[in-house]
C-alpha cells in the first residue's frame, strides 16, 4: 500500500536516508521537516497519509506535535521513531492515539511493516517499548485499586477478551453479540475508564493484576 508520507526529524542526514528508502520502497514523501514549528506549519498545507517523528528534537518532540495535531482535531496516523523513548513517554503517546512506534536500531523491514500496519487501521508499537510501559505502569503506585468495578459484567467480559488479544468480530462471535453492538459497548469502556485506546485498556488491565486476582474473568 502506497502513501504519501511526512517525516519530521531534526538529523538531516537521517531524515535524507529515511526519505530515499520509504521513497526506493513506492511511496511518497509529502515533506520532511526538522522542527516541530515547521512540521506544523507544513501539515496546515497538505495533511499526509502517515507522519513518522522522531520523539525527541531540539525543540521539543514528537509528544508536542502529536499532542497539537490532536488537538486540532486531525486524526492522521503518527508513528513514532526513535532511539529510546521513556515508558512514561510511551504511555503519554499511547493516550495521545499514537499508531507505531519504531526504535531507530531495528531492522528497516520492521518500519515497512510497522507502516503498512498502521495504514490498515492496526497499531504497531514495538515489544520491547510495550513491555517497558507496562513495567513501569505495574510499578507506578495505583490510586484506584479497583477502577474496573464501574464496568458493567458484560463490559468486563468484553474488557478481558481484548486483553486477551481478540479483534471486535472475534469477541462478538465469542459473546454472541453484533460487531456495532461491541463497538457500543467499547465506546462506553473508553468512557468510563477515560481511555483512547485498546492499548490504554490493555496496559490499565495489566497493571492491575499485580494488585489483584483476575477480576471478572472466571469463564
Do not use: W, Y
Request: some cysteine.
Amino acid at each position: 500500500m502506497m502513501a504519501q508520507i511526512a517525516i519530521v526529524d531534526d538529523h538531516p542526514i537521517f531524515l535524507d536516508g529515511m526519505a530515499q528508502f520509504l521513497n526506493s520502497h513506492g511511496h511518497d514523501i509529502l515533506f520532511c521537516a526538522r522542527s516541530v514549528e515547521e512540521a506544523l506549519e507544513r501539515m496546515q498545507a497538505g495533511e499526509p497519509d502517515l507522519l513518522i517523528l522522531d520523539v525527541s528534537m531540539k525543540s521539543g518532540g514528537g509528544l508536542a506535535i502529536l499532542s497539537a495535531i490532536r488537538n486540532s482535531g486531525s486524526a492522521v496516523p503518527v508513528i513514532f521513531m526513535t532511539v529510546h523513548i521513556r515508558p512514561e513517554q510511551t504511555l503519554e503517546a499511547i493516550k495521545l492515539g499514537v499508531d507505531g512506534v519504531v526504535l531507530k536500531d531495528s531492522d528497516p523491514n520492521d518500519l515497512l511493516s510497522c507502516i503498512q500496519q498502521v495504514l490498515n487501521g492496526n497499531k504497531s508499537i514495538a515489544p520491547f517499548v510495550m513491555e517497558q510501559a507496562l513495567v513501569h505502569s505495574i510499578s507506578a503506585p495505583a490510586n484506584d485499586t479497583n477502577i474496573l468495578a464501574v464496568l458493567t459484567d458484560r463490559e468486563l467480559e468484553i474488557a478481558g477478551l481484548i486483553r486477551a488479544g481478540l479483534r471486535n468480530r472475534e469477541i462478538a462471535g465469542r459473546c454472541g453479540l453484533t460487531e456495532g453492538t461491541v463497538k457500543v459497548h467499547l465506546h462506553s469502556i473508553f468512557q468510563k475508564l477515560n481511555i483512547k485506546s485498546r492499548s490504554e485498556l490493555i496496559i490499565m488491565m495489566m497493571s492491575m493484576d499485580s494488585e489483584m486476582p483476575a477480576v471478572g474473568m472466571e469463564q
